[in-house]
């Protein structure tokens, strides 16, 4: 067993672009879910629209990468008026559905082979769409340390990322100390008593939903960017419920959640993997009881029961205050 | 030519260092050309011909079977080349690649295995009149939407009973189907190992997952979203602990998988298909007649309506839920065993179906088991008709976007009532 080793990747991963993607999604789905109340279980479309927008842009339409990332964000708020028109009136189970399904849809049109020509079908679109963002990279020579080791690219990925995070942050503590922020919690807690209060509920819910998307929208750029390639299989369900996994972990309507949340999950997650891989190449791990390819697996069992254990036994997360996240408020 | 040398070369070579093998085998020794025709979805295509090109230029045609394997014996070595009959194809299946309908092959040192002959396959036009091939289509759609009925009758009695909006039924589906599968590994014929998957998922998946999960968990008061989010981990978890245990290949059971279909006119229709779904149409009505006249039906309709006063009026609301619970895991299960049959199996079947479900549970109206039949129908027929005007690939994005449409004019769903949505 090599610890040192495991450490490396688990703290690499923990500090790492994944760590970035996620909490900027999880950023998004707080504005949603944490602060708003509102069931988005499509934070995968959102990312996949951000993503696929750069790519195709850039790759087949030979567009500035820069006018590229506006425009992703610019068809990451179509996407939330599209899904916020017909279920924001509607109870909260209603959003949930039409949010998966969208996403769903989102995904299989973009692994369609009707739509190879311009989002690359099942293998989605690979080439050098990241070249002027690079070009700027300041780091020729990477990171290589005993415990964290980047390339290149990857260096100045995670330094924007973060400084991207950090932004968003930011922007997400100033807004919910307005009184726009103050509506929004409210509508969480008692929609009729802030509609009573002469306040349009539902534009406040898609101020809230379009939001939340551009955050999505953003992590599904780095997430571009940072491969070098977008593949629609990436941007399945899956990828939601991670989001979820790691805002309930680190505390939903908490500014710091998603990010805390983030860095905890994917250090434990590679951690753990890591520790299979190496418990089975050191033989610790007997052959019949797990092989190279059921590692993979143990990442989403372990996913699906974090969420329900911090579901049913913490739902406030490691930050959360109970009292204020009450999740039921309209169910 | 340069390859064919190569090729002889290398015979030669072989045939030099193996000497006594080669000899040894040379006597009565074959190689078989073989293949197996699958359409996209990896189902078998039957009565597909090609036509084999000996050595001597003499021609044999063969086609595949029920499996959709095909095979040619070659008993002499040499050159062959093997022509795929595009026409033989059935319809709206078409090779990916049309304009290489001709493989050659060549067998130097018979005895040894060759490799399997691929022309994959993709969606092609449909040949047969549109009438025809919409009657077949419809016909599909009902059986699909039997199998969607069957599961969204259980997670409609589940969300009106509980309300709790399972994410996890899909994995009752992949439990039955998988349940059945492990038990015809192990010698056990389909049919009785689907009646011990049904029982075997009514206890599993019905009892102890209500007695031991949700149960405790409304005692606690957990929040309907709270539990939403708990059944999305739950699916989660057991969708990969399937995939752990059974690995990510699909699957067929040992009996009927490929089963020949009969010919009713222009429809086309595997025994099993029919058999399964009557059986389908047979549990939804009885599911009907138990909510509509027996005693815990009722009861189970009235703690939908109002728990609290159900309660009050002597009803065992958690033995009601139990049941219910039990009712819809045994309805799942068989679902699964249906789509087992008809597709295989894999891990992922019941989550790559789950959304369907939901979109019939809400066209019918959320909470409502008649409403879910009604929307399982719908969903079933507009998902296969739909095919006729938007490529197959496409078919389940066009019933989600049809969910969606509905909720835009009536979210209520076609059998709700109005107050269940705001």
């Known amino acids: ?331 | 030519m340069a390859r064919w040398l190569r090729n002889a070369v290398m015979a030669l070579l072989l045939s030099v260092i193996f000497v006594p093998t080669t000899m040894a085998s040379a006597e009565g020794e074959t190689s078989t050309i073989f293949g197996v025709m699958v359409d996209k979805d990896g189902n078998p295509l039957q009565g597909v011909e090609f036509t084999i090109t000996l050595p001597d230029t003499s021609e044999t045609i063969v086609t595949s079977d029920a499996t959709g394997r095909w095979e040619y014996v070659v008993t002499v070595s040499g050159s062959y080349q093997v022509t795929i009959n595009p026409d033989s194809l059935p319809s709206g299946v078409a090779l990916t690649e049309p304009d290489r309908v001709t493989k050659s092959v060549i067998v130097f040192g018979l005895g040894n295995a060759l490799p399997e002959m691929k022309f994959l396959t993709g969606d092609g036009p449909e040949r047969a009149s549109t009438f025809d091939v919409a009657m077949q289509l419809a016909l599909d759609g009902l059986i699909l939407g039997v199998t969607i009925g069957l599961a969204a009758v259980g997670l409609s009695l589940i969300f009106g009973t509980t309300g709790l909006t399972n994410f996890a039924h899909g994995e009752l589906m992949t439990l039955g189907a998988m349940v059945a599968y492990f038990l015809n590994q192990l010698g056990i014929h389909i049919i009785p190992a689907a009646l011990l998957s049904v029982g075997l998922s009514v206890v599993l998946g019905g009892f102890i997952q209500d007695r031991y999960l949700w149960k405790p968990l409304r005692k606690r008061g957990t929040g309907l979203i709270a539990m939403l989010v708990v059944s999305i981990g739950l699916g989660l978890a057991v969708r990969y602990v399937f995939l752990y245990i059974f690995g990510g290949d699909k699957m067929q059971y040992q009996q009927y998988s490929g089963q020949a279909g009969l010919q009713f006119g222009p429809l086309s229709i595997t025994p099993k298909s029919i058999v399964s779904a009557a059986i389908g149409v047979l549990l939804i009505a009885a599911t009907v007649a138990w909510l509509l006249k027996s005693a815990m039906g009722k009861a189970s309709r009235a703690v939908a309506d109002n728990p609290a006063l159900a309660s009050a009026s002597g009803i065992d609301v958690e033995k009601v839920i139990s049941t219910v619970w039990m009712l819809g895991a045994g309805l799942a299960a068989y679902a699964g065993v249906i789509m087992g049959m008809n597709q295989g199996v894999q891990f992922i079947m019941g989550s790559d179906i789950l959304l369907l479900i939901f979109a019939a549970v809400t066209l019918g109206g959320l909470g409502t088991a008649y409403g879910a039949i009604v929307g399982s129908l719908i969903v079933g027929l507009f998902v296969q008709l739909s095919t006729l005007f938007i490529p197959t690939e496409l078919k389940y994005v066009g019933a989600l976007f049809v969910l969606i449409v509905i909720l835009l004019v009536r979210p209520q769903g076609i059998l709700g009532r109005k107050e269940r949505i705001g």
């Open chain 1, 1 to 331: 067993m090599d610890f040192i080793f495991i450490f490396q990747q688990s703290i690499s991963a923990a500090v790492g672009v994944n760590a970035i993607i996620f909490a900027l999604a999880a950023i998004g789905l707080n504005m949603h879910f944490g602060y708003t109340g509102l069931l988005n279980f499509g934070q995968a479309g959102f990312l996949a629209v951000g993503a696929y927008t750069v790519a195709t842009l850039v790759v087949s339409f030979d567009v500035s990468l820069w006018l590229a990332f506006l425009a992703g964000i610019g068809t990451s708020i179509i996407l939330a008026l599209l899904l916020g028109i017909p279920t924001l009136r509607l109870r909260a189970d209603y959003l949930a559905i039409v949010t998966i399904a969208t996403s769903e849809i989102i995904r299989q049109v973009a692994r369609s082979v009707t739509m190879r020509e311009y989002l690359g079908g099942s293998d989605g679109i690979t080439g050098k769409f990241g070249a002027e963002f690079f070009d700027l990279n300041p780091f020729p020579n990477g990171l290589d340390t005993p415990l964290i080791r980047f390339t290149p690219n990857d260096l100045w990925v995670v330094l924007v990322g973060w400084t991207l995070v950090a932004l968003f942050v930011f922007l997400n503590w100033v807004i919910m100390r307005s009184p726009w922020g103050r509506v929004i919690k409210g509508i969480r807690e008692d929609e009729d008593a802030v509609r009573s209060l002469g306040k349009n509920v539902y534009l406040y819910k898609m101020q809230s939903l379009i939001l939340g998307g551009i955050a999505g929208s953003v992590a599904g750029f780095v997430y571009a960017i940072s491969r070098q390639s977008v593949q629609p299989d990436n941007y399945s369900t899956a990828l939601t419920f991670f989001a979820y996994a790691v805002l309930i972990l680190g505390g939903a309507a908490r500014v710091f959640g998603p990010v805390v949340g983030s860095v905890i999950f994917w250090f434990l997650l590679v951690f753990i993997e890591q520790f299979f891989r190496q418990g089975m190449s050191a033989n610790l791990i007997p052959d019949w009881l797990m092989n190279n390819n059921q590692v993979g697996s143990v990442r989403f069992i372990l996913v699906g029961v974090a969420l329900m254990l911090l579901m049913i036994y913490r739902p406030q997360g490691i930050f959360g205050d109970k009292k204020e996240l009450a999740l039921n408020a309209r169910a």
